[in-house]
């Protein structure tokens, strides 16, 4: 999945080891646009941290994969990032799923008082 969105938190970077060795994971809070914005956690692992792109502020394009878990009777849902870059120059963020579209340009007015009455409907 993709998404486009502002960076407004990048939480605390966290590191351990684990049978492969060392690994790191970084959470980091998007937020959509449009009328309803949303808030989304995305979770970047190990080389997809790039400190230069993540500055609080940044519009991102991100494409992620949704994950969830059982543990415990609980599920557990992971959004993990595989790839992100900041958006386009100059590029706006998309509207959100389900936002209004823009207004079209209202239409010349219809006058109705013209035109001679022979070709009305019978009905």
């Given amino acids: 999945m993709e998404l486009t969105a502002k960076l407004i938190q ?3 970077m966290q590191t351990g080891m684990g049978k492969n060795g060392e690994w790191r994971k970084q959470n ?5 646009d449009g ?3 949303k808030k989304v956690c995305i979770t970047l692992w190990g080389d997809k ?3 230069s792109v993540l500055q609080v502020g940044n519009i991102l394009d991100v494409s992620f994969d949704i994950e969830s878990r059982e543990y415990n009777g609980n599920w557990y849902t ?6 992100i ?5 100059g590029g706006q963020t998309p509207p959100a799923y389900g936002a209004p579209n823009q207004p079209a340009a209202p239409a010349a007015p219809v006058d109705f008082t ?3 009455d022979g070709d009305d409907l019978p009905f």
């Fill in 78 to 83: 992971d959004l993990r990032a595989w790839k």
């Fill in 35 to 37: 009328m309803y914005p």
């Fill in 85 to 89: 870059d900041q958006a386009a120059a």
């Fill in 10 to 12: 990048v939480l605390p």
């Fill in 49 to 51: 941290i790039n400190e």
């Fill in 28 to 32: 980091i809070i998007l937020e959509t």
């Fill in 114 to 116: 013209s035109g001679d």
